[in-house]
C-alpha cells in the first residue's frame, strides 16, 4: 500500500481565484492521477501525472485550468485555475506503484467556490 | 453507452443477507478489475482486486466474466458495516493504464 495525503483538506474560495492543491506519497510511485468527485458522483479522472512530461488530459480537462507539477516520484500538484462555483467539489489524488496495478487514494481536498 | 456500468442502487438488505453486484464493462480489451468501497464523504479505499480465476477474501467474492464482459461482487452475511457505496474500477487497456471508475453502487444494511 501507500500512505498519501493532501494539502489542503478543505477550502472555501472566491470565484475567480486559483488554488494549488498539494499531493505527497510515502513512496515512490509510477502512475499518480487526479480525479474530482461532485456530490452523489462517481469519480471523474482529469488528468495522469507523468513524472519528468507533460500530463495526459482526460477529455473535457485542460492544462491551462488544470496545471499540474510531477516533479519527482513522490510529489504532484494540481491547480485549479481561475474558479467558478461549478469547480466546487473533491479533489482526490491517487497513485499506483505500476501500470495496472491497484490504486491507492488521497483524503482528498473539499473545495467550495463562492 | 457508459463505459463502465453499475445499478446505483441502493440495495437495502437485512442483516446477515447475501448481497451480489454486478459491473459491465464496454471495452473487451480491459486488463484488470477492481472492487473500492466507499464510505461517505471517504476516499475511496480498495476491497480487492478481481482476477480471472476469481478472488476470495472472507465474506467477499468476486468473479470475472469475460464473455460477458461483467465483473461481479458477492457479499455474504452481510453486517452494518458493509454499508458503503461499491466502486468498480476497469482498466481499459489498449497499452495504456485509463483506469475507469463505475458510478458506484449504493449498499446499506439494516438491522
Known amino acids: 500500500s501507500a500512505v498519501i495525503s493532501q494539502k489542503p483538506s478543505r477550502d472555501i474560495c472566491q470565484r475567480g481565484t486559483s488554488l494549488t492543491i498539494q499531493c505527497q506519497v510515502d513512496?515512490?510511485?509510477?502512475?499518480m492521477f487526479w480525479y474530482r468527485q461532485q456530490p452523489g458522483q462517481s469519480l471523474t479522472l482529469i488528468a495522469t501525472?507523468?513524472?519528468?512530461?507533460?500530463?495526459?488530459?482526460e477529455s473535457g480537462f485542460v492544462i491551462d485550468k488544470f496545471p499540474i507539477s510531477r516533479p519527482n516520484l513522490t510529489f504532484s500538484t494540481l491547480t485549479v485555475s481561475n474558479m467558478s462555483p461549478e469547480d466546487s467539489s473533491i479533489y482526490l489524488c491517487?497513485?499506483?506503484?505500476?501500470?495496472?496495478?491497484?490504486?491507492?487514494f488521497g483524503p482528498g481536498t473539499r473545495l467550495t467556490v463562492l | 453507452r457508459k463505459e463502465v456500468e453499475q445499478d446505483p442502487g441502493p440495495f437495502n438488505v437485512p442483516e446477515g443477507a447475501t448481497v451480489a453486484f454486478n459491473c459491465t464493462y464496454s471495452?473487451?480489451?480491459?486488463?484488470?478489475f477492481f472492487w473500492y468501497r466507499q464510505d461517505c464523504r471517504k476516499e475511496p479505499k480498495l476491497l480487492m482486486s478481481?482476477?480471472?480465476s476469481g478472488n476470495e477474501d472472507g465474506r467477499f467474492t468476486a468473479q470475472l466474466n469475460r464473455a460477458s464482459q461483467y465483473i461481479s461482487l458477492l457479499i455474504r452475511d452481510s453486517k452494518l458495516s458493509d454499508s458503503a457505496t461499491y466502486l468498480c474500477?476497469?482498466?481499459?487497456?489498449?497499452?495504456?493504464?485509463?483506469?475507469?471508475f463505475g458510478r458506484g453502487t449504493s449498499l446499506i444494511v439494516h438491522p
Open positions: 501525472a507523468n513524472q519528468g512530461s507533460e500530463a495526459t488530459y
Open positions: 478481481v482476477y480471472s
Open positions: 491517487s497513485v499506483a506503484k505500476q501500470v495496472g496495478n491497484e490504486q491507492f
Open positions: 474500477v476497469v482498466n481499459m487497456g489498449g497499452g495504456s493504464y485509463i483506469p475507469t
Open positions: 471495452n473487451s480489451a480491459s486488463q484488470s
Open positions: 513512496s515512490q510511485v509510477t502512475m
